[in-house]
Nanobody, 130 residues
Framework: QLQASGGGLVQSGDSLRLSCASS????????MGWFRQAPGKEREFVAA????????SYANSVRGRFTVSRDNTKNTVDLQMNCLKYEDTAVYYC?????????????????????????WGQGTLVTVSS
């Protein structure tokens, strides 16, 4: 189970930190991603982090403002969101790509494709007032 938390109502320019906790014992073998879905829009990629946390990827719209991190000892992945904008308002989801990966290259692999994430949390709402 993936449990996202940390959403809320903030003002433009504020910061917020989302956290996603996994009850899966194999969490460290998953590529983890954050996605969001604004009202009336399709779900979109926000950020991804490799299995060992050594590589990250961001959507252009959040690069430089958001930071994704993970703690494989605690089975958590976080999304630090700074300089929030009104257009960041959305339900944020954490998700896992649970396909197996072996070797050093797999530990640094990333995935930005929504369709390839097969395990999703319930979402947490972030509302940014202008």
């Amino acid at each position: 189970q993936l449990q996202a938390s940390g959403g809320g109502l903030v003002q433009s320019g504020d910061s917020l930190r989302l956290s996603c906790a996994s009850s899966e014992g194999t969490f460290s073998s998953y590529i983890m991603g954050w996605f969001r879905q604004a009202p009336g829009k399709e779900r979109e990629f926000v950020a991804a982090i490799s299995r060992n946390g050594g590589r990250t990827s961001y959507a252009n719209s959040v690069r430089g403002r958001f930071t994704v991190s993970r703690d494989n000892t605690k089975n958590t992945v976080d999304l630090q969101m700074n300089c929030l904008k009104y257009e960041d308002t959305a339900v944020y989801y954490c998700a896992a790509d649970r396909r197996s990966g072996i070797g050093a290259a797999a530990m640094l692999a990333l995935n930005t494709a929504i369709a390839e994430y097969d395990y999703w949390g319930q979402g947490t709402l972030v509302t940014v007032s202008s």
